[in-house]
């Protein structure tokens, strides 16, 4: 049996933060529920997968270090990962921190930003960030404001001078829906830069409609065809130019899901994708674009966080939306077939045969966790079996 040390894998988690840089996802943040409480996760710890051996390793962190918290929006401009915002024990946040990921040595040191100019965002946590031309624009989330700022605001929740609302405003670093627990990115359409956030709270009820917002008045699109259900805490990720990947969420009738849809912005047409496990619900978790257009979808939760919050996820869920390169294709069918062709491998050319070893630490990675999960699966139905007789 190979080491279970050495495939280890990140701690389950919701509302943290993944970027991809290069090979590698990076996974810092969030939060756990023990005992009905929730736990920060530590904020001197990052995780990174390795995307061609699947290996994942923790990294402790240096410098001035974000408190732990959850809802951070996290975004990667050349090789450095920004966090804004979030929530801990102490309320909103909005500071800024950067870490380069891109270290000789190993070494992830985190700095606070403070010498920037103009007004930053007000805190808030479960906003979601995108970058056009090196620079980070924020939008929405949920935050406090004073009742003279609530022009542009929905969902007020008490009548004190100081509230918690959702927030509608969009902030350049470097008048659109308010909405919150949604999600965003950019993408080429109509060759203006725009964007498209994702279905939200908002006034109580499930926005199913989607608004374009580029730097001109937004615009309401029309939907062809088939829609999505109604949902929240979702991911929608760009996948090429024109096309949108649509994961999980949570329901308007608090049911979580588990299916996927692709959006072409061309068309405005929606397609759901019908090969998705059933039994892999996901809200609050994060979605990343891999190098080979592959939908990395990591940690979140697999129940309903409005009522039942002990659901957290450590799994990575991997989407292939377009065929693999040729190559990707022989070097999996190696890796799974290592065994068989064993007396062969070592007659490969050294920088394919490079390759191919971190295909067969991937698919042995893979196959020595799914052991595991379902040996854990066994035991806790047996239990459960147990508890009901």
């Known amino acids: 049996m190979a080491d279970s040390q050495l495939f280890c894998v990140a701690e389950e988690r919701s509302g943290h933060c993944a970027v991809v840089d290069g090979n590698f996802l990076y ?11 929730e736990v920060y996760l530590p904020n001197d710890e990052i995780w990174t ?3 061609d051996s699947g290996l994942w390793t923790m990294h402790l962190m240096e410098g001035e270090l974000p408190t732990s918290m959850s809802g951070s929006c996290g975004a990667c401009i050349n090789g450095k990962l920004y966090v804004f915002g979030g929530y801990d024990d102490k309320g909103y946040s909005n500071r800024l921190y950067f870490v380069n990921l891109r270290t000789r040595d190993g070494t992830y040191v985190w700095e606070k930003i403070t010498n920037f100019e103009g007004q930053p965002p007000t805190p808030r946590d479960k906003l979601s960030c995108w970058v056009y031309k090196d620079r980070l624009i924020y939008f929405g989330g949920y935050g406090c404001r004073r009742h003279n700022e609530l022009q542009d605001c929905f969902d007020v929740h008490d009548a004190s001078w100081v509230t918690t609302v959702a927030v509608a ?7 659109t829906s308010a909405r919150t627990i949604h999600s965003s990115d950019w993408l080429l359409y109509d060759n203006e830069k725009s964007r498209y956030s994702g279905d939200g709270i908002m006034m109580f009820t499930y926005l199913t409609q989607r608004h374009r917002v580029g730097f001109s008045p937004k615009l309401k699109i029309p939907i062809n065809g088939e829609n999505p259900k109604h949902r929240s805490w979702h991911t929608l990720t760009p996948i090429a130019d024109d096309t949108l990947f649509l994961f999980g969420g949570l329901s308007a009738d608090n049911i979580p899901l588990s299916d996927g849809w692709i959006h072409n912005v061309i068309t405005n047409c ?4 019908t090969h998705l496990p059933k039994t892999k619900p996901r809200l609050w978790h994060t979605a990343c674009l891999g190098k080979e257009n592959e939908i990395m979808v990591f940690g979140g939760s697999k129940d309903d966080l409005l009522s039942l919050d002990t659901g957290h996820c450590n799994d990575l869920l991997i989407f292939q939306t377009q065929p693999y390169s040729l190559l990707r294709s022989c070097l999996d069918c190696i890796g799974k077939n290592a065994i068989i062709l064993e007396s062969q491998i070592s007659l490969l050319p050294p920088k394919l045969l490079q390759q191919v070893l971190k295909k067969i630490t991937f698919w042995t990675a893979a196959n020595h966790r799914e052991e595991q999960r379902a040996q854990k699966e066994e035991t806790e139905n047996k239990y459960q079996w147990i508890s009901s007789n």
């Open 27 to 37: 996974v810092w943040g969030g939060y756990v529920s023990i005992e009905d409480n």
């Open 49 to 51: 997968y390795d995307i």
């Open 169 to 175: 405003d969009i902030h350049l670093l470097l008048g």
């Open 270 to 273: 929606w397609k759901q994708l």
